[in-house]
């Protein structure tokens, strides 16, 4: 399993362009990362920097598919403690692709992953003060957001984050409905690993790793 989650990083990082190869392994990635131990193999490969890098050096390249799953990927990843320590340690770019999107007419999806990718995150006392100095505040009282966020923003001491984790940190198993991608009447939902998903969507190139 350790060699599958390393083969997807790997190949993502080559891929120099949003190919479709690149999309599909993002997918892959996104689908089963609410569980524990895809999230932890994914911090300890680097993807929060990958993604960083991918969303800030090609922003207005990427494919609706890339900045879809991207943006959930993101999302999942600040569910976990150390997915949102990793984020602040980069503040001022993590802030920059968020407020990015804010700005953008986003699909259902996406604006749910900014929505809640932004309430985790300020959680962090790094992030939150970077996002002061973007003046998130009024970015966010103009547009639909609700209103949970901007009381975030307005707390004078980070809340506790074990309830943000919950069950995301305790079951392995356990996926994150408020973000739900793998349902009843979807083939995902039938697959228990990352391989299987890999010998579903792209069996050829899979084969050769």
């Known amino acids: 399993m350790?060699?599958?989650?390393?083969?997807?990083?790997n190949?993502?990082?080559c891929e120099e362009q949003d190919t479709e190869l690149r999309q599909n392994i993002l997918v892959a990635l996104q689908k089963f990362s609410p569980r524990l131990d895809p999230i932890n193999k994914?911090?300890?490969?680097d993807i929060v920097k990958w993604l960083i890098d991918a969303?800030?050096?090609?922003?207005?390249k990427l494919s609706e598919i890339t900045i879809e799953y991207g943006l959930a990927l993101l999302l999942n990843l600040s569910l976990n403690k150390n997915g949102r320590n990793k984020f602040e340690e980069d503040s001022e770019r993590t802030i920059q692709i968020l407020?990015?999107?804010?700005?953008?007419?986003n699909n259902v999806n996406v604006q749910t992953s900014i929505n809640?990718?932004?309430?985790s995150l300020l959680r962090k006392k790094g992030l939150k003060e970077e996002a002061k100095?973007?003046?998130?505040?009024?970015i966010i009282q103009n547009s639909n957001i609700i209103s949970y966020i901007l009381k975030e923003l307005e707390s004078d001491n980070n809340n506790s984050e074990q309830d943000l984790d919950g069950n995301f940190d305790e079951d392995p198993n356990a996926i994150?409905?408020?973000?739900e991608v793998i349902n009843d009447d979807d083939e995902y939902a039938k697959m228990d690993s990352i391989d299987d998903y890999s010998n579903y969507i792209f069996p050829f190139w899979y084969s050769k790793k």
């Open 176 to 179: 994150d409905e408020d973000n």
């Open 11 to 13: 190949n993502l990082k």
């Open 133 to 138: 100095k973007f003046g998130i505040e009024n």
């Open 2 to 9: 350790w060699n599958t989650y390393f083969s997807y990083i």
């Open 42 to 45: 994914l911090l300890e490969l």
């Open 55 to 60: 969303f800030t050096y090609e922003m207005n």
């Open 116 to 119: 809640g990718a932004l309430y």
């Open 99 to 105: 407020i990015h999107y804010l700005n953008k007419d």
